[in-house]
Nanobody
Framework: QVQLVESGGGLVQPGDSLKLSCEISGRALSSYAVGWFRQAPGKEREFVASVSRSAVTRYADSVKDRFTVSRSNLKNSGYLQMNSLKPEVTAVYFC?????????????????WGQGTQVTVSS
């Protein structure tokens, strides 16, 4: 089992950028896929982006061309660069990890989760 800690959230204005980080401990990240999900008040947790252990990426249609997911096995960390932020992306953002070589995009496929970091986009 791995432990995950997100950071980098905050309050920003529309059009701003944020970079979320997910520090992973307990295992070497090289064997794990990393995913990013978000949950807005009253809504279910939804997929945002993921990166496999071989650096293959997947994105939700709503964030393509604005968000970039990446990883650093050297730093045992995953990242989510978010640009051109809009108010509708306001949510708690969670990183997740699981062992395996595929690209994973659903909540049930991940078995390790961070506590989440709040992202609020408001003018």
């Amino acid at each position: 089992q791995v432990q995950l800690v997100e950071s980098g959230g905050g309050l920003v204005q529309p059009g701003d950028s944020l970079k979320l980080s997910c520090e992973i401990s307990g295992r070497a990240l090289s064997s794990y896929a990393v995913g990013w999900f978000r949950q807005a008040p009253g809504k279910e947790r939804e997929f945002v982006a993921s990166v496999s252990r071989s650096a293959v990426t997947r994105y939700a249609d709503s964030v393509k061309d604005r968000f970039t997911v990446s990883r650093s096995n050297l730093k045992n960390s995953g990242y989510l660069q978010m640009n051109s932020l809009k108010p509708e992306v306001t949510a708690v953002y969670f990183c997740a990890a699981r062992a395996g070589g595929l690209v994973y995009t659903t909540v049930r496929e991940f078995n390790s989760w961070g506590q989440g970091t709040q992202v609020t986009v408001s003018s």
